[in-house]
């Protein structure tokens, strides 16, 4: 069974910075490629980023790019979302997912339906 639990998510003054971990569980973490999505109160769920199973190709949202960093460390099942200069629009709830099959060694998913289990995530609050 796949489990997927965030961590780190707080309160923070814009402008700061914070770093959000996944840990995941049930099967061989690096075959399969990680994302980051974020569901803010009253809007749906959006991708932020994604990373390849092999961790060589990474993927942001516009909105994120330049701000955000994926890295994943394979050793320890952990994927990590370091978000600096944040914005009081990115005060969210925060998500991690996984494909649910093996992608190919590239694949950097970035649609809701290309994940297959979710966390149960972690709030981020930015204030201005």
């Known amino acids: 069974q796949v489990q997927l639990v965030e961590s780190g998510g707080g309160l923070v003054q814009a402008g700061g910075s914070l770093r959000v971990s996944c840990v995941a569980s049930?099967?061989?973490?690096?075959?399969?490629?990680m994302g980051w999505f974020r569901q803010a109160p009253g809007k749906e769920r959006e991708f932020v980023a994604a990373?390849?199973?092999?961790?060589?190709?990474?993927y942001y949202a516009d909105s994120v790019n330049g701000r955000f960093t994926i890295s994943r460390d394979n050793a320890k099942n952990t994927v990590y979302l370091q978000m600096n200069s944040l914005k009081p629009e990115d005060t969210a709830v925060y998500y991690c997912?996984?494909?649910?099959?093996?992608?190919?060694?590239?694949?950097?998913?970035?649609?809701?339906?290309?994940?297959?289990?979710w966390g149960q995530g972690t709030q981020v609050t930015v204030s201005s």
């Open positions: 049930g099967r061989t973490f690096s075959s399969y490629a």
């Open positions: 990373i390849s199973r092999s961790g060589a190709s990474t």
């Open positions: 997912a996984t494909t649910p099959t093996p992608p190919s060694y590239y694949f950097t998913p970035r649609r809701l339906a290309d994940f297959g289990f």
